[in-house]
């Protein structure tokens, strides 16, 4: 059957309380605005800069399926640069892909976690090279790649890192 509007006065109370915050209007946090997308040589590009608060002491979790690199730094926030990269024919497919390969940055208590999704195609070549710069004193950096290089130098703290396909280098 045909689905009938929902009551006026329902849609009234899930606004009021979705502009108190107490009923979210999306289950999805917005998206990071991402660059153009240029063309590099066989691959399209687009990249995402941005900045998320830190914790004092708080960890750092990095996932993402390219090169990884962390520095320590005497900030009080994550900087961050991802730059997505996918080898097909048309922009129209690049930006297809690139639009599916999202990029999230969250903090969720004491943890900032910029995280590239993986788009899933297969023999696009994807990949995504992230470059973040942190507070020195973070407790806890935990960094993994489905495929390329990772590097963490300048950090106090405790530092693991995973790579399916690439060398590790800290200091």
Known sequence: GRLKPAPRRLCQRALALAVVGLLPLWADPEPEPEGPITREGKYWVQTVDGTLPAAPGGRLKVDSAG????????????????????????????????????FRATREGSTATPVVDDPGCGRCEFSADMKVSAPRVTLETMLSTRGGAVEAYDLDGRVTAATAGGAIQMD
């Open 67 to 102: 090169g990884i690199v962390v520095r320590g730094d005497e900030v009080n926030e994550v900087r961050y640069t991802a730059k997505k990269r996918v080898r097909v024919d048309s922009e129209a497919e690049a930006k297809r892909l690139l639009g599916r390969a999202r």
